[in-house]
């Protein structure tokens, strides 16, 4: 079983750097699955629209939803996150070479979420790639048992981890 996780302070670092690197490990010919975030800067609104790329060919799934200027609240799409997570689940099998997760995030540590696409992942020995918050790391760890390793957020350290 290989798993990591990687993490980084700034907002949109991650985002990055996960989509860097799954982009290189498919252009290398490497079978990906996953989910990248890709957000999307909007002029009427200070917060962006935040959208995944379901790996290796789409589609694009935007999983905010728009409430508001005001709104303080999780502007995640909880329907459009699982339609992200059926999309997935239906491309993921033994031929996978790497499954990429832009996060473990809230719904992941309560459950739901990529939660069972990663533990399928895991099943078929697919090695397993995530984003995490500091919000939810203990949650990963206990999730993952305390196996998986933390990996520097740089595409030539998660390269390294992933050919090791």
Request: net charge negative.
């Amino acid at each position: 079983m290989k798993i990591a996780y990687t993490m980084t302070e700034g907002k949109g670092d991650l985002d990055q750097v996960l989509y860097r690197f799954a982009k290189a490990e498919m252009a290398r010919g490497t079978h990906v699955v996953g989910v990248v975030q890709v957000n999307t800067d909007r002029d009427d609104c200070p917060l962006c629209d935040m959208d995944v790329e379901v790996l290796p060919d789409g589609p694009t799934i935007r999983i905010s939803q728009d409430l508001g200027r005001e709104a303080k609240g999780c502007r995640l799409d909880p329907d459009a996150l699982e339609t992200s997570v059926t999309e997935v689940g239906n491309r993921l099998n033994s031929d996978v070479a790497l499954l990429v997760l832009n996060k473990f995030g809230k719904h992941e540590a309560n459950g739901r979420g990529f939660r069972d696409t990663i533990g399928q992942a895991m099943a078929l020995d697919v090695p397993v790639l995530c984003g995490v918050n500091a919000l939810n790391r203990e949650a990963f760890e206990e999730f993952s048992g305390g196996t998986a390793k933390f990996v520097a957020p740089t595409p030539e350290a998660l390269a390294d981890w992933f050919s090791g």
